[in-house]
């Protein structure tokens, strides 16, 4: 069973990108024990860099963790997006797992569109 109560992020891509582009949110990393390639020790030694803490685990203890998904042997627990009100005092928004996916997919495209525009305003 699935731990409805934290925000995962699972796939090797989608955990490689939250190391990289929000490494503050990441709590912590599981990684399968089985599963030693290069991109599953890139992830360890980007998460050592930045001070996340790796888990090694089985296969099974990572499906009870996140549910029937297809993690590719990583999970990364994030922090909730913080998100500001109104009255100017930030509150914390919890992406639900089905949405953990487009929310990550949306940062990724901010950040490239970000990129395109300053490459414009700077040529």
Not at 9 to 25: F, I, K, S
Not at 69 to 98: D, N, Y
Not at 103 to 118: T, V
Request: charged share 30%.
């Amino acid at each position: 069973m699935a731990d409805s109560k934290r925000n995962f992020v699972y796939g090797l891509h989608a955990v490689n990108a939250a190391l990289e582009r929000a490494p503050e949110r990441v709590l912590e990393l599981w990684i399968v024990q089985a599963r030693d390639d290069a991109r599953t020790r890139d992830l360890k030694d980007r998460a050592d860099r930045v001070g996340v803490h790796v888990h090694s685990v089985s296969g099974d203890a990572l499906g009870k963790l996140v549910g029937d998904v297809v993690h590719q042997g990583a999970v990364a627990a994030m922090r909730p997006l913080r998100v500001a009100s109104r009255s100017g005092k930030g509150s914390f928004m919890s992406v639900r797992r089905s949405s953990s996916r487009r929310a990550m997919r949306d940062l990724c495209s901010r950040n490239k569109a970000s990129r395109r525009a300053m490459a414009h305003h700077l040529s």
